[in-house]
């Protein structure tokens, strides 16, 4: 089963909140420069909790608008299935099968169909546009809320 577009911006949302850098001088470069931008927030005049939400906030930002613009990019040619018919997939997948594979004809037929299904979408240029708008699309109401949120934390000033 296919993970539908938002569960996927989501899990890559949160990726991007949770992964870090993994060595201790990158944990120590990324712990400094938030700390300079929270610093520079309390010099604005931000207490210390509003200062690390607004940079909180802004990496959210930054995060969204990035995965916002590799939306555009194009899967590589080598990625995607190549143009094939479903008995040329069958055939293939015979081929490839060692005989001790033991596969009754219905899951091949539903393998088959998988892989047709998946040539399908890598070699039909509208729908991949379609996937590419939707995910644009779904990813801007998601920075509208970051948006949002970033303001929000920069009138919270006191």
């Known amino acids: 089963m296919m993970t539908s577009v938002s569960k996927l911006l989501a899990n890559r949302a949160n990726a991007q909140k949770s992964a870090g850098p993994k060595s201790k001088v990158g944990k120590q470069a990324s712990s400094n420069l938030k700390a300079e931008l929270v610093n520079d927030a309390r010099r604005l005049g931000y207490s210390d909790k509003d200062a690390a939400a607004l940079v909180d906030a802004s990496y959210t930002n930054r995060s ?15 990625g995607r299935m190549p143009n094939m018919t479903m008995e040329k997939i069958e055939e293939l997948l015979e081929w490839w099968m060692s005989p001790e594979v033991k596969v009754t004809p219905r899951e091949l037929r539903y393998i088959v169909k998988l892989h047709f ?23 801007t109401r998601y ?16």
């Not at 920075?143 to 919270?156: G, I, P, S, T």
């Open 117 to 139: 299904n998946k040539v399908k979408k890598d070699n039909d240029r509208v729908l991949r546009l379609r996937r590419k708008i939707d995910a644009h699309r779904k990813l």
């Open 143 to 158: 920075e509208q809320r970051a948006v949002n949120r970033l303001r929000r934390a920069a009138k919270d000033r006191k």
């Open 64 to 78: 969204v608008i990035l995965a916002k613009y590799a939306t555009y990019v194009e899967q590589p040619i080598e």
